[in-house]
């Protein structure tokens, strides 16, 4: 996964995504999934996800020990962030969404750009594989997207910004 040479360690964002794998013989609901995210804030990249039907503590270790190290990690009131070794220091915020806020917006755009899963999508995942590697595209596309932002915004301080995703999806 390509992260930017320039990405900033200081904070680091963690949340989860809830789906499901379609529908098969002998699974009427499909089959819940868990993709669990770790962005970085400046420029905002994936540095590392992880998919699961479960949210569970080893795996997110797995995530934290995959990335790069930061200062300070910033997660929700989930109980499985408890059990994890974080590097750096842990902020776990069951109150409200200001520390991760943009890792929220990170798991819209997941929604919006990757048809299966829309939340009334008529697409959807019929294996876990296909949906890590939809995953993988995406992440290279958003990792880009979000260097490429932050390397606008250096060079041209004064212009308003207004970008769109979807330029990027021939990268």
């Known amino acids: 996964m390509w992260i930017s040479p320039q990405t900033k360690t200081e904070a680091f964002e963690l949340d989860e995504l809830y789906w499901f794998i379609g529908k098969r013989k002998g699974h009427e609901n499909g089959i819940n999934t868990f993709i669990m995210t ?5 420029p905002r990249q994936i540095v590392s996800y992880a998919v699961d039907n479960s949210v569970n503590t080893t795996l997110i270790q797995e995530m934290v020990e995959r990335a ?8 929700d009131g ?20 200001s520390d991760t806020h943009n890792i929220e917006g990170s798991n819209a755009d997941l929604r919006h750009y990757i048809a299966g899963l ?11 594989e296909s949906l ?8 290279h ?20 910004r207004i970008y769109h995703l979807d330029h990027l999806c021939y990268i």
């Open 132 to 139: 890590q590697a939809v995953l993988y595209v995406f992440v």
């Open 141 to 160: 596309a958003y990792n880009r997207f979000g260097d490429a932002k932050m390397q606008f915004a250096q060079k041209h301080p004064d212009r308003q």
């Open 78 to 97: 989930g109980r499985a962030y408890l059990g994890v070794d974080f590097i750096g220091a842990h902020k776990r915020n069951m109150e409200d969404k």
């Open 38 to 42: 770790m962005l970085s804030r400046e």
């Open 118 to 128: 829309r939340r009334r999508s008529r697409c959807f995942f019929r294996s876990m």
């Open 68 to 75: 790069a190290q930061a200062e300070k990690y910033y997660t």
